[in-house]
C-alpha cells in the first residue's frame, strides 16, 4: 500500500506554512513538535503510522474556513481528523500534508425534543449524544463499537453503523442536517430540522465520504426514544448453515430484530474464555437475537424466534429473563474483538458485506484460506444484513505475517464482491481497502465518483491518497470526449 | 415540445442514446412512463428519452431484504410481487410509474417519519451520465460504505444527472396490522402539540397527520368525514398483539376519540399519502397551486399561520406537523417562501406548465449552495443534455 510521494517543495516550505496557520489559529492550537505530534501518527489502523508536517486544532467554524483557504491558497494537503478510531486508515496522515484535527468541537449545541433531534459539534462522541438525552428518555440510534470514543463528525466520514442498524439505519439515516467546510473554505449548510434538505441530496454523499468532500463542523441528528423493552434470545446451532437458515426465516417471517448477531466457533470460544458470558462451547455458530419495542411485542417475537430456531435445527436456545442476563448476552458478542486479541498476539479485522445466503460458501472458502495460509480467523456477523467481521490472527513479529494476514484479508474481501457483496460494510474504504476498488468498481464507476471529488476539492487537496486507487487530475476527468457523427442507434425505436 | 421520442431497450441504446445527444447538443427529456411529469419544471427539449422499455425485476430475494429490477419496471408491478411475499417499500411511495421515476423523484409518503424516503432505500443503481458514459454505484446488499453513496445523490436528482437503467431497493415486511387513533377537534397548533406527544412516546408511530375541519370532511372514511370537524390522526403498525397493546396504552395516553381498524386505517393513509382532499379543493378552487412544505415539525402551524395573513389557504399536516400540504392563489411563492423563517423549504408540486416555467419550483438555494450543485451537475454531464432546467433553471 502506496501513500502519494510527499512533495519536497511543500515540506521545505514547513516553516512558512506553519506561520500561515500560526496566524490564523494562536497559541497551542499548532503542533509541530515531533512528540505531541505522535499523537497523530496512525488512527484505529495501526499497521500504517505517519507523522503528519503539522496538525492544527481550530476551535471555530471561522478558524476551519480560514485554515482550509490557507491550505488551498498554499497548495497544502489536509487530513481532517476526529477521535482517530477508523478501522481503515481514514485518519492517517500526510508527510506533507496538515493534520486538521477537530477534538476542540466538543459542544452540545441544542436538543430540540419538540422536533426530536439534536445539534451538536462534530467533535462529540456518539455515546455522548446518547447521554445528552438519556434523562429524557431518548437516544441515538446508531450504535458503533467505539460508541464511547468516535465522534459524530467521524460517524458522519464513516457513515458508520452498529449493532442496531438493520432495523434503525446507519449514520445517514439519522442525519437531519450538517453544516460544512469546502476546501476553499466556503461554508455551507445542508438540510437542518425539516426532513429532505432541498435540491441535491448533498448531504447523503458528504455522509460516508471518508473526509473526501469537506470539513463537518456541526451536525443534527435525529433522536428517538428508547424502546420500553428489549430482550435477548441465544440460540446454538450444529452448523453455521442451519443458523444462516434461521436468520433468512426469522427476517421471512416478516421480524426485523433490533440486533441479530452470529458468531462461529473460534470466536464463541475466544469471547467465554474472555468474559464468562455463559456462552454454549459444543455449538459451530451462536446466534443472539435482540428484540426491541413494547413488551406486548416483543413477548410474542419472542416466541415465534424460539420456534422458528427449533425448525430450523437450532440445538441451544435461552431467552434473556432479566436485563443482567440479556447484557451478559451481549457482553461476549461485544468483547469478541479483544478476546481476540488474548489468543493471538494481533489480529486484523475485516469488515466486508455478502448476500446472506452465500454466507456458508463463504466460510468454507475462509476455512480453505486459512488453511493454505496458516492463519487462524475467527467471525463475528451482523447476521441480518450480511455484514462479516473476519478477524485473521496473526503475530506481527514472525517475519512475513503480516502481509500473509493483509493477503487473506484481501482475499476475503474479494470473495465477498465475487458472491455479490461489497468490500466494507461500516469500516470505510480509506488507505485499507483502497487498492481493491478496482475489483469492485469498474473504471467508470469509479472515474465518475472522482468528478463528484473535483465538485467539491478540484485540487484534491483534501484527504488524497484515501479511497481512490489511482489519482487522476480533475482537468482529465472533465474532459469530454465527444463523437461527433450519425446517429448511431438504427436499431432504437423510434416515435 | 417533445418531437421525436427515443425508446432504448437496452443500456446499450441508452449509451447510443446519449452519445448522440451530445454529438448533436440535443437535450433530452429522460422519462418512465411520464406519471411523474408534472412535478418539476417542464423540460425544454426536442427529444425524449422514454425509458419505459427497459422493464423487467432482475433479482428479488425477500430475504435478502433487496430487489433490483430494470429503472423502467412498472410500479404496480413490483408492488404486487412484493405484496405477494408479505413486503413492501417502507417509505410509502404514492403509486404508479416506474421505479426509476419514482427513486428519481425521491418521493415518501406518511411513513417517512419513521421509515426514511426514497433516498433511505435506493441501495445502488446504474445508469448513463450525460457524458454519455455507463456507470454504476452503490450495490445490491443492504449495508454497504464503499466508495461514494452516489444512489443517494440519484433520489431526488430529476434526472438531471443520470438516465437510471436500473436500480437496487431495498425492501422490508410489510405491518401485518395497523390501527389510527382519531382525535377531533382540535385547532393546528394544538393538534401538532398532541402529534409530537405521540411521537415522543416508544410506541413507534408511523404516521402523525392533521386534517382541519374543512380537508377532514372530504374523506371517503365515514370515521373521519363524520367527525363533524378537524381530525387528528396517529397510526400504529406492526404484529397484531404488538398494535393491540400500543392502541391501548396510547389511545388512554391521548386521549383519543376513537380507533380505526385495519381497513379504515389502510384507507385514511392512502388518502393522506395522496394529499387528502387538496386535489378536490384545486378542482374548486380554479387556479389556485399545490405546494408541500418541509419544516422543522413543531413550526408547521406558525408557518401556516404566517402564509394566512396574506394568502387564503387551505392545508393539512402530515410528518407530525413537518409535511404541510397547502393550496394557494397563484403568484403565492414569495408568501410562502418569505414565512419559513424557522428552516425547510416549500415545492410547487401542482401548477400549470407556463407557470412551473417561469418560477422557482424548488427552493431556491443560497449561491454557494447552488454553485456546489452547478458543479456536481457539470461533473455527471457538463453539456446539460439531461432533463435541462427541470429542477432549476440552467441547471
Known amino acids: 500500500m502506496k501513500m502519494p510521494v510527499p512533495d519536497s517543495g511543500v515540506i521545505a516550505r514547513r516553516r512558512e506554512i506553519v506561520e500561515a496557520l500560526r496566524a490564523i489559529v494562536p497559541g497551542e492550537g499548532v503542533i509541530v513538535d515531533e512528540n505531541e505530534l505522535r499523537a497523530y501518527e496512525c488512527d484505529g489502523l495501526t499497521a500504517y503510522r505517519q507523522l503528519p508536517m503539522v496538525a492544527v486544532l481550530p476551535s471555530t467554524v471561522e478558524q476551519v474556513s480560514q485554515v482550509l483557504k490557507a491550505c488551498k491558497a498554499m497548495g497544502v494537503k489536509v487530513v481532517p481528523r476526529g477521535a482517530g478510531t477508523s478501522l481503515s486508515g481514514g485518519a492517517l496522515p500526510l508527510a506533507d500534508g496538515v493534520l486538521l484535527g477537530m477534538g476542540k468541537f466538543k459542544r452540545i449545541l441544542d436538543i430540540d425534543y419538540a422536533n426530536r433531534c439534536a445539534t451538536v459539534q462534530p467533535g462529540v462522541t456518539n455515546l455522548g449524544i446518547s447521554n445528552a438525552v438519556a434523562h429524557e428518555g431518548f437516544y441515538y440510534a446508531p450504535d458503533p463499537s467505539s460508541q464511547i470514543a468516535c465522534t459524530i463528525g467521524g460517524n458522519i466520514a464513516e457513515n458508520s453503523g452498529g449493532v442496531h442498524c438493520l432495523k434503525y439505519g446507519l449514520t445517514t439515516n439519522n442525519v437531519l442536517g450538517l453544516e460544512m467546510v469546502l476546501m476553499d473554505g466556503t461554508i455551507l449548510r445542508l438540510g437542518g430540522k425539516h426532513l429532505d434538505a432541498g435540491g441535491y441530496d448533498l448531504m447523503g454523499i458528504v455522509t460516508g465520504s471518508e473526509g473526501l468532500l469537506g470539513v463537518v463542523t456541526e451536525v443534527t441528528v435525529r433522536i428517538l426514544k428508547k424502546p420500553a423493552t428489549a430482550r435477548a434470545v441465544l440460540l446454538g446451532f450444529p452448523s453455521s448453515e442451519q443458523g444462516g437458515d434461521c436468520v433468512a426465516a426469522i427476517i421471512a417471517a416478516g421480524i426485523i430484530p433490533g440486533g441479530m448477531e452470529m458468531m462461529d466457533r473460534p470466536a464463541i470460544h475466544a469471547a467465554e474464555a474472555f468474559v464468562h458470558a455463559g456462552y454454549p462451547l459444543d455449538v459451530e455458530a451462536l446466534l443472539i437475537v435482540e428484540l426491541d419495542g413494547p413488551a406486548a411485542e416483543v413477548d410474542h417475537l419472542i416466541d415465534r424466534v424460539e420456534a422458528i430456531a427449533r425448525d430450523k435445527g437450532a440445538c441451544y436456545a435461552r431467552v434473556s429473563k432479566s436485563e443482567e442476563e440479556r447484557l451478559a448476552f451481549w457482553a461476549g458478542r461485544k468483547a469478541a474483538f479483544p478476546a481476540v486479541g488474548r489468543i493471538s498476539p494481533d489480529y486484523y479485522c475485516m469488515d466486508g458485506t455478502i448476500p446472506r445466503k452465500a454466507l456458508p460458501l463463504v466460510l468454507q472458502r475462509m476455512q480453505e484460506m486459512s488453511d493454505r495460509c496458516g492463519l487462524r480467523v475467527a467471525n463475528v456477523f451482523h447476521a441480518g444484513d450480511g455484514n462479516l467481521h473476519p478477524l485473521i490472527l496473526y503475530d506481527a513479529n514472525k517475519p512475513g505475517e503480516l502481509e500473509a494476514a493483509e493477503e487473506f484479508g484481501n482475499n476475503i474481501l474479494r470473495l465477498c464482491v465475487e458472491v455479490g457483496g461489497v468490500l466494507t460494510g461500516e469500516h470505510g474504504v480509506g488507505v485499507e481497502k483502497r487498492d481493491l476498488m478496482t475489483d469492485q468498481f469498474d473504471e467508470a464507476d469509479l472515474r465518475q465518483q472522482q468528478r463528484l471529488k473535483c465538485a467539491f476539492d478540484p485540487d484534491g487537496l483534501l484527504n488524497p491518497g484515501k479511497v481512490f486507487p489511482t489519482l487522476h487530475r480533475c482537468a482529465e476527468l472533465g474532459r469530454l470526449h465527444v463523437h461527433q457523427g450519425e446517429l448511431r442507434f438504427p436499431d432504437i425505436p423510434r416515435f | ?395
Open chain 2, 1 to 395: 415540445m417533445t418531437i421525436t421520442t427515443l425508446k432504448p431497450e437496452t443500456t446499450a441504446q441508452v449509451t447510443d442514446a446519449v452519445r448522440w445527444a451530445l454529438s448533436a447538443n440535443e437535450p433530452l427529456e429522460i422519462l418512465g412512463r411520464g406519471s411523474r411529469r408534472g412535478l418539476g419544471r417542464p423540460v425544454q427539449a426536442g427529444h425524449a428519452l422514454d425509458l419505459s422499455g427497459l422493464s423487467g425485476v432482475i433479482a428479488y430475494e425477500p430475504e435478502e431484504l433487496v430487489l433490483t429490477a430494470l429503472a423502467g419496471t412498472r410500479m404496480d408491478l413490483i408492488r404486487s410481487m412484493l405484496a405477494d411475499r408479505g413486503q413492501h417499500l417502507a417509505f410509502e411511495p404514492p403509486e404508479g410509474g416506474t421505479l426509476g421515476g419514482l427513486v428519481a423523484s425521491g418521493l415518501a409518503g406518511p411513513r417517512r417519519i419513521s421509515a426514511g424516503s426514497a433516498r433511505d432505500h435506493t441501495l445502488g443503481i446504474a445508469g448513463v451520465s450525460g457524458r454519455a458514459e455507463a456507470y454504476k454505484g452503490g450495490g445490491k446488499v443492504v449495508k454497504n460504505v464503499t466508495g461514494y453513496d452516489v444512489p443517494k445523490l440519484m433520489a431526488g436528482s430529476f434526472g438531471t444527472l443520470t438516465a437510471l437503467t436500473e436500480i437496487t431497493v431495498k425492501v422490508l415486511p410489510a405491518p401485518e396490522d395497523s390501527a389510527t387513533l382519531l382525535l377531533s377537534g382540535l385547532d393546528d397548533a394544538a393538534a401538532v402539540a398532541m402529534l409530537d406527544r405521540a411521537l415522543r412516546s416508544p410506541y413507534e408511530v408511523s404516521g402523525a397527520a392533521h386534517l382541519p375541519a374543512g380537508i377532514a370532511a372530504r374523506s371517503g372514511v365515514a370515521a373521519v368525514s363524520g367527525a363533524g370537524g378537524a381530525v387528528t390522526l396517529v397510526r400504529l403498525e406492526g404484529f397484531g398483539p404488538s398494535v393491540a397493546a400500543r392502541v391501548a396504552m396510547l389511545r388512554e395516553e391521548l386521549r383519543a376519540d376513537a380507533v380505526l381498524g385495519r381497513d379504515e386505517s389502510l384507507a385514511v393513509w392512502r388518502e393522506v399519502r395522496d394529499g387528502a382532499g387538496l386535489e378536490a379543493c384545486l378542482a374548486e378552487g380554479g387556479d389556485a397551486h399545490l405546494w408541500k412544505l418541509s419544516v422543522p415539525p413543531s413550526a408547521g402551524p406558525a408557518t401556516v399561520e404566517a402564509i394566512r395573513r396574506t394568502r387564503d389557504v387551505e392545508v393539512f399536516y402530515d410528518w407530525g406537523g413537518g409535511l404541510v400540504w397547502l393550496t394557494a392563489p397563484p403568484d403565492s411563492g414569495a408568501a410562502i417562501r418569505g414565512a419559513l423563517s424557522a428552516g425547510g423549504h416549500a415545492t410547487l408540486v401542482r401548477a400549470p406548465d407556463s407557470v412551473r416555467a417561469a418560477t422557482d419550483v424548488f427552493q431556491p438555494l443560497p449561491e454557494p449552495l447552488m454553485a456546489l450543485s452547478r458543479r456536481v451537475k457539470e461533473s455527471f454531464d457538463p453539456k446539460g443534455i439531461l432533463n435541462p432546467g427541470r429542477m432549476y433553471a440552467g441547471l
